[in-house]
């Protein structure tokens, strides 16, 4: 019509949910579970950015096309080789665990990314990456990433009893489930404790981790708390159970926000999955990497669950199975309520 504004359309980069991920020695099956729980569940498309050995590429290309269509389409993906941008790479590299300070250089690597989700190999999404996708349209002004914390109660938090290096609020947050609006992280100048002005994220990154090196146990993760300890006001910190890990319920439940609106977002640390420490999350773990794609997710995912579940009863996280089912079954309902919508739509005649 005439006189009508016309708005450029979006380009793809930006109608895609961002989810970036790090994968090192053995964790290509772990990976792929993760993605699949992702494409899974979500409604917008993905773009996976995979960081990986180059040994592992090959593997990744292979398993992700064996996908079928009715989920390939549902996203993109690249693969990229480990690097570091400043200082030793090798040293970066042997942080705490392979590869992970990767992570820490996605603002400089991924210039054309405006805001990612990072996550680690052992998560798996309970609900669509949709809904902690909004919570970058929370952040206030000086806000450019969200974490978790790293435990609910200060007295039995391990930073609060250990760490001997700063570290954000009482009990330090967890970088397993990190969101990041990367725009913001590269214009920003970071307060820090090297020298009395600003610095970039870039610039910042190994003065600190030359200051703090002989201080961090668990890697990254201790260098973005050192880094939100000097900058508090860049952080929004979302609730546990976008980060629900084992620490949750193997003291007794202590995340609230689960007890209540169920598990979002599934963080199997320690390696949980793979031992039978804990049975409930390794039995979430087998049930998604064994659910074949083209099945009814109510029959094939959410029936073996439930009685994989009555096995687990008798431990303190099988205690709580409706924490660990509530989104499943709110995601899957929405999931039936729209094909029957469509359905109805395609067959309905006027």
Known sequence: KPGEQKHPKEPSSLQCMHLAVVACGDRLEE?????????????????FHIFAEDSLKPEFEKKLKEWPSS????????????????????????LFKPCAAQRLFLPVILKDVDSLLYVDTDVLFLRPIDDIWHVLKEFNSTQLAAMAPEHEIPKIGWYSRFARH?????????????????TRIRSTQFKNSVIPGGLTWEEMLYPLYQKYKNYITWGDQDLLNIIFYFNPECLYVFPCQWNYRPDHCMYG?????????????????????????????KALYEVIRDFPFEDNLFQSLYYPLQSKFLDTVHTLCGRIPQVFLKQIEKTMKKVYENRVIVYLGANHRY
């Not at 990976?31 to 773009?47: E, H, P």
């Not at 690249?78 to 570091?84: D, E, G």
């Not at 700063?166 to 969101?179: E, F, K, Q």
Request: proline content about 3%.
């Open 31 to 47: 990976t792929l579970i993760m993605l699949k729980s992702a494409v899974l569940f979500s409604n917008r498309r993905l773009c």
């Open 71 to 94: 989920y390939t389409k549902k996203f993109e993906s690249s693969i990229y080789p480990i690097t570091f941008s400043v200082g030793n790479a090798q040293e970066w590299k042997k």
């Open 166 to 182: 700063p570290y954000y609020g009482a009990t330090g947050v967890n970088s397993g489930v990190m969101l990041m609006n990367l």
């Open 253 to 281: 439940s202590n995340c609230r926000g689960a007890e209540e609106e169920g598990v979002s977002i599934l963080h199997g640390n320690r390696g949980v999955y793979h031992d039978d420490k804990q049975p409930t999350f």
